[in-house]
């Protein structure tokens, strides 16, 4: 049963840039959920989506966008970027079901470095 | 706003006692989930247990318990006969509104 994967796992850009990082959820999750963690703090929602549409929305800029694909996955793009969206960006799946709080399982992250 | 507070910046155990975390959250809601999560160097965030607000008993998974009181909004991990593998960060969660706690490092001393 494959978990949580993202790519890719570091990535270096510069001021100004743009990036798209990308998701695959857990088998037989249809929900994804993005988390921005700056180094030594815990995770910072940024945005949830399920059925291919941004279902809840953190306290982000509209610098950070995303998209969910017909199978589930996702992608987080971030424009324009800046020294302080350097961190790493965590992924997590849930089955939507009856309750929109299911458990939510984890990728292993991506380490964005804005230089 | 929802609140999750982690007092504990830094707590350290001995190998094989226990050890408690502590987490306070806010919330209006009467229905809810909270749950702690371990997050190693490694930095893969994992599930350590649940909790559902309309349970009274406390959730419980081999050596990870939680003392769950509701109406105090606390909700305390405890880990016993901790063992070096349980070195890690711990965040606490309330996932209505995907809010997390800033962390508690857990360092166990052989």
């Known amino acids: 049963d494959a978990g949580v994967t993202q790519s890719p796992t570091h990535l270096i850009k510069t001021r100004g840039q743009q990036v798209t990082l990308r998701c695959s959820p857990k088998?037989?999750?249809?929900?994804v959920s993005w988390y921005q963690q700056a180094l030594g703090q815990g995770p910072q929602f940024i945005f949830q989506y399920y059925e291919e549409e941004e279902r809840q929305r953190g306290n982000f800029p509209d610098r950070f966008s995303g998209h969910q694909f017909p199978n589930y996955s996702s992608e987080l793009n971030v424009n324009a970027l800046l020294l302080g969206d350097s961190a790493l960006y965590l992924c997590?799946?849930?089955?939507?079901?009856?309750?929109?709080?299911?458990?939510?399982?984890f990728g292993p992250g991506t380490r964005l470095t804005v230089l | 706003a929802q609140t999750v507070t982690q007092s504990q910046p830094e707590m350290s155990v001995q190998e094989a006692e226990t050890v408690t975390l502590s987490c306070t959250y806010d919330?209006?809601?009467?229905?809810?989930?909270l749950f702690w999560y371990k997050q190693p160097p490694s930095r893969q965030m994992i599930l350590v247990i649940r909790?559902?607000?309309?349970?009274?008993q406390n959730a419980t998974e081999n050596r990870f318990s939680v003392n769950f009181q509701k109406a105090a909004k606390s909700f305390s991990l405890k880990i016993s006969d901790s063992q070096l593998g349980d070195a890690a960060m711990y965040f606490c969660a309330y996932t209505n509104d995907m809010r997390f706690g800033a962390g508690t490092r857990l360092t166990v001393k052989p």
């Open positions: 088998s037989g999750h249809d929900t």
């Open positions: 997590a799946s849930s089955l939507m079901g009856v309750s929109s709080t299911d458990t939510q399982y």
């Open positions: 909790q559902e607000a309309y349970k009274q």
């Open positions: 919330t209006s809601e009467s229905d809810y989930y």
